[in-house]
């Protein structure tokens, strides 16, 4: 299993960014996606998922501002984050669970600096 995700980087307060994850090795259409992002001395903490039928979860610190999406013919989830605030930075992480109690596979993590 492998996923492997990019697209993070430093950006201003207000800015943009938009993540990607590429899985492979498991049968992506019937996993829930997700993205997780964790600072030093925190819990890893969800920020959005999405279902394999496209239902989607947000975390209420982003509701309105980012959105979650998959392509379950290319095998990738992206999360487009917009309005950005230096609260979102952290270590972005990109998820895979069969089911929604599961731990699940895990990737390596993108980075995600917002100046003030």
């Known amino acids: 299993v492998q996923l492997q995700a990019s697209g993070g980087g430093l950006v201003q307060a207000g800015g943009s960014l938009r993540l990607s994850c590429a899985a492979s090795g498991f049968n992506f259409n019937t996993y829930i996606m997700g993205w997780y992002r964790q600072v030093p001395g925190n819990q890893r903490e969800l920020v959005a998922s999405?279902?394999?039928?496209?239902?989607?979860n947000y975390a209420d610190f982003v509701k309105g501002r980012f959105t979650v999406s998959r392509d379950n013919a290319k095998d990738t989830i992206d999360l487009q984050m917009t309005s950005l605030r230096p609260e979102d930075t952290g270590t972005y992480y990109c998820?895979?669970?069969?089911?929604?109690?599961?731990?699940?596979?895990w990737g390596q993590g993108t980075q995600v600096t917002v100046s003030s």
């Open positions: 999405i279902a394999s039928s496209g239902r989607t």
């Open positions: 998820n895979a669970k069969r089911f929604a109690h599961y731990n699940g596979y």
